[in-house]
C-alpha cells in the first residue's frame, strides 16, 4: 500500500478535510482498484480486526459494499441488527457502542437516522482513551462521507485513470440536482468536490433547496458554490451532473406536488444534458427512481451513466478508508 | 475436482439438461462429498469470488446450505436481506441485481416468489456482457434445480454409492406425492428423473395435480410420466416415493377440505409402503409437516427416510453446482 | 491450549459441574485471554468445523459474542434467523435442528424462551448418535452457563489475572440483586459461585424473589446461600455485588410498583457501596436500564464497574466453551 501519512483515527465528516487526506485516500483507493482486479481478490491488511458493521438505520447496499471491502481487507465483520438488539430493551446506543468496543471492535462503522451520533461515539470512545476508529455510513440529513469520496474517486478515475488526483477536478463544473434539503449525500459532496476547486452548482425546487444553503461554503471555495431553483442554469455547460434520490415520502409532507411534475422540471433527461459540456456523465448515489430523477433510458446508458462505476469504485474507496483508519489504532 | 467439459453459466431450470452434464454433477458432487468426510472440509477452489444470497423470498434452509457450501468453497458470501433492502425504497429487482454486478458479485444465488426472475436477471446479466452466474435457487411454481439435483443425487449414491451416474435409474420407478401443481420441486424432478429413464408417477387430489401434468414431458420421455388421483397406483411397485410438502394455505383456498382428510388419502404410511418395492425409501424436500405428508413414526425411520442424507447431500451438490458455473466466468 | 481432560460434550446447566471441569474452563480462557491481546488475534482450533447459532429467542449481544468467539477459532459460523426460518412453515424445533446437523453442524449454540429446549434437542441428538455438541446460551428463565462463567472468570481475574483459578473465590461473599425470579443469569451463578465456595446473598422484592430459593442449593453448599427482601444485609461486607436487569414488562405484571421506587428500594448507588467491602466492585450482564439497576455514574466509574470486563472477557470464555465441547467429537 501506498506510503501514507494518514492520522486522523475518525472519518465522521468532510468539512475539514485537507487536500493531502483527500489525495492520500484517492492514491490509495487507487491502489486497491488494482487489487480487485487481479484474480485473488484479498489482501490481509486488516487480518484479525474486527469490523463493526452498526446500521442502526437498515441499509443493505451501503452495508454490502463495507461487508465486501472488509473482507477483502481479511478483516472479521460483526453485524449488528438493531430489530433484535439490545436497543429494543432500552439500552443507549452509547453503551451498544460500548458493548462492541469490549467485545473488541477495531472500527465501527455508524450509520444512524439521527445527525451526529457517530461523532457522539467517536468523542465517547475517544474519552475512553479507546483506539477505536469510527466511521460515518450516513448520520440522518449532515454527512455520508464514503460516499462523496467514492464519488470524488470516480469522477477523478474518469479524467485520469492511472492518476486519479484533486488537481483534476480544479475548473470542473458539476450540478448537483434534486433534494439537497434531505440530503448528507450532497452535503458531503459540496465539501470535497469545492475542496478540489471544482465549481458545484445547485438546483431543485425550492421547498427542497433553501437559500441558506448558498452561504454553506466560506472563504475563498465561497464563490465555487451557486444556487439556483431553476435546472438550466445548473446544467449549463456542466461537466459531471449529480441527482439525487426523491424520496417520495416528500410528497406526503407537501413539499412537492407529484412525481411526474418533479420529473417534468427537474428530471435528467436526453435532452436537457444537450445543455451540458459534450461527454458529460451522470451520477446518482442509489437506489435509483427510474423515471423520476432521471429517465431510464439515460440511466441504462454505460456512455452516460456512471452509476455502475460508483458501485465498483465504492468498494475500492471503502477498503482504503477502512485501512487508513484502521492503520491508526497504536 | 473432475476433469470437466462443463460449459452452461447458468442454471435455471432442468428442462434442457442433458445427460453428460447430469453426470458432470454427479460426479463433482461426489467428489465434493469425499472432502466433506475429511478432517479439514475446506477447499480453495472459489477462493477470492464472491458469491451473492439473494433470496427475496426468505429462507433459511435453501440459504443455509448454499452459504455453507460457498464457505467450503471458500468465496465470500454477501447476503442480501429483502426487507432493509432498497427494494423498499422503489429500486427495480434489475437494478438491485446491477448493484451486486457493479460490487463485485460473481455468482448470484437466486430465489424470488414469482416465476422467471432468476431468468430475466441471467438474460440481463449476459446482455450487459457480465461474465456473473446465476443459480435458480427457487422461482414461484416453476423451478428448484438445485433441489432436484439434490434428490437425484441422493437416489443414485443409494444405488450406488461409490460412483452415483444417470443410468442407475434407468426403469426404476418414483412416485411423487402431493400439491404437484404448485410446486417447484415436483416439476424440477420431473426432467431430471424421466432424463434418467425413470418411471415417474405422479399423486395427488383433483385440485392440486391437473390433468395437463401428464402431457408436461414430450418425445420419447413421454411415456415415463403417469399420473393419478388415487394413491395406490401410484405407490405400487415404487422404488422411490417423493412426498412434497403441503402448505396450510391451501386449505383457505378451498383446495383440501382438511388436513386429516388430505393424510388420510395421500399420507405416506409404514402401512402402504407396503404396496412399494421391498426396500422402499422416501424423499421429502422439507420442511415436514409430521402426520400430514407422512406419518411422524416413518419420517424417523433411518431404514426408510432419506431426508437427513437429502438435507448432507444438498451441501456436496450445490458445491459441485457453485464450482462448476463459477469455473465458467472468463 | 492446555492439555485438558475435558470430557463433556454438550453444556447445557451448570447443576453439575465439577471443580475440575470449572478450572479448565478458567485455564482454557485465559490462554484464550492472551491471543486475544495478540497482534493477530485467531487460532486454527476449530478450522472447518461448523458452529450453528441457533438463536430463537432474538439477540445481538450474546449471538455477536459467540460469533466472533466462533471466528477467532477459525469456525465457519450458521446463523439462523427465527423469523424468516421454516418454524413459520410449522416445523419443529428439533426438525430444525436435525437439519442443521445434517447440513454438518458441529456445534449448535441454542437460545431458546422456552426452559428445557437445549436439553431436548441435546438428548436427541445423542440418541441419534449424532456428535455435535449442544452449549445452552440461554433458555427460559433456566440457566445461561456461559454468563455465569464469563462472570466467574471476571471474578477471578481479577483476584489473580495470572492464574484464575476457583479456591480464589472462597469465602467471598457475593450479593445477587434484583429480579431473581425470572433470572437464568441467576441461577447459572448460584451453581457456580456456591461451588467455589461463595458466600451468594440474594437480594430483591417479595414479588420476585420468592422464599424457596433458599432451598434450592443442597448438602454442604446450602448454608452458601442466603436470601433476603431488604438489599443492606445483602450488600454488608460484599466483595462483589451482581445486579440482574430488570425487565419494564414486570410493571405491566403488577410485580412492582414503578421503576423508580424499585430504584429506591434496590437500585444500586454510590452510598450505598458504603456498606461493601472496601474494593467492592459490580457486575451485571447487560444490556443495563441506566438509573434503574444501578446508577449512572457508577456503571461508567472503571474502578467500580466490571461491565467491560465481562463483556471482554464473554469472548474468551465462549472460545474456551467452543474449544473444549468442540474437541470431543469423535
Known amino acids: 500500500m501506498a506510503n501514507t501519512t494518514w492520522s486522523r483515527r475518525h472519518i465522521i465528516s468532510l468539512i475539514d478535510l485537507v487536500a493531502e487526506e483527500y489525495e492520500t485516500i484517492l492514491k490509495t483507493a487507487a491502489s486497491f482498484r488494482e487489487v480487485l482486479s487481479r484474480r485473488t481478490k484479498k489482501v490481509p491488511a486488516l487480518q484479525g480486526k474486527v469490523v463493526a458493521n452498526m446500521f442502526f438505520e437498515p441499509s443493505t447496499r451501503t452495508r454490502s459494499s463495507f461487508e465486501l471491502a472488509a473482507k477483502r481487507l481479511s478483516a472479521d465483520i460483526l453485524n449488528f441488527s438493531p ?56 448520520d440522518g440529513q449532515h454527512e455520508h462521507p464514503s460516499q462523496a469520496l467514492l464519488d470524488l474517486f470516480t469522477i477523478c478515475s474518469l479524467l485520469d485513470s492511472k492518476d486519479p488526483r484533486l488537481e483534476l477536478l480544479k475548473g470542473k463544473k458539476i450540478a448537483i440536482v434534486g433534494d439537497i434539503l434531505h440530503s448528507r449525500v450532497a452535503r458531503s459532496n459540496i465539501w470535497s468536490l469545492t475542496a478540489a476547486g471544482a465549481e458545484v452548482h445547485l438546483a431543485g425546487p425550492p421547498t427542497l433547496l433553501p437559500k441558506l444553503f448558498s452561504e454553506m461554503v466560506e472563504d475563498d471555495r465561497a464563490k465555487l458554490l451557486k444556487l439556483d431553483w431553476q435546472l438550466e442554469p445548473a446544467l449549463k455547460n456542466a461537466d459531471f451532473v449529480m441527482t439525487l434520490r426523491l424520496q417520495k415520502e416528500r410528497m406526503n409532507q407537501n413539499l412537492l406536488p407529484s412525481l411526474q411534475e418533479y420529473h417534468r422540471l427537474y428530471g435528467i433527461t436526453r435532452d436537457r444534458l444537450e445543455l451540458c459540456r459534450s461527454g458529460v456523465q451522470i451520477l446518482h448515489p442509489g437506489p435509483v427512481n427510474r423515471g423520476v430523477e432521471i429517465s431510464s433510458d439515460l440511466m441504462d446508458d454505460p456512455q452516460l451513466s456512471l452509476i455502475s462505476q460508483q458501485v465498483t469504485n465504492g468498494v475500492a474507496v471503502r477498503m482504503a478508508l477502512l485501512y487508513l483508519i484502521g492503520s491508526t489504532k497504536s
Open 83 to 138: 430489530g433484535t438488539s439490545s436497543l429494543t430493551k432500552g439500552e443507549t446506543i452509547l453503551d451498544t457502542a460500548k458493548t462492541y468496543l469490549a467485545m473488541g471492535a477495531d472500527i465501527m462503522v455508524i450509520r444512524h437516522k439521527q445527525a451526529g451520533v457517530p461523532l457522539t461515539i467517536a468523542k465517547a470512545m475517544d474519552d475512553l482513551g479507546a483506539g477505536v476508529s469510527v466511521l460515518n455510513a450516513g
